[in-house]
């Protein structure tokens, strides 16, 4: 569920725009949170933003986050997309920001 409520973590991720989950027990695609919060956060329609394999591979995005693959390891991905820094984690969590100028030049 999306939110701009970003008080519940405070290390490094004070900057999140944008915080949406996902239930990585329950089969949701995180690729798809990925489009839906980015699509929320530009006030764009899904259909009308980049598609997101221009920035990821969705499928290799989805198989990373596949609760029944990856066991008890809990892992972290970051990319641009849409002029925003996007982080997934393996809690189910995306959280989208600005986009540095380091990741945006790379």
Do not use: C
């Not at 990585?24 to 997101?52: F, H, M, Q, R, Y």
């Amino acid at each position: 569920m999306p939110s701009t409520d970003d008080s519940e973590r405070s290390s490094d991720s004070d900057d999140a725009k944008f915080v949406a989950t996902f239930d990585p027990n329950g089969g949701d695609k995180p690729s798809e949170t990925v489009v839906d919060a980015v699509s929320s956060v530009t006030d764009e329609d899904p259909l009308e933003i980049t598609p997101l394999y221009e920035a990821i591979d969705p499928d290799a995005l989805d198989a990373l986050f596949d609760d029944s693959r990856s066991g008890d390891e809990n892992h972290e991905l970051w990319f641009t997309y849409e002029g925003f820094d996007v982080g997934v984690r393996s809690d189910g969590e995306v959280r989208i920001r600005t986009a540095t100028d380091a990741a945006s030049s790379a």
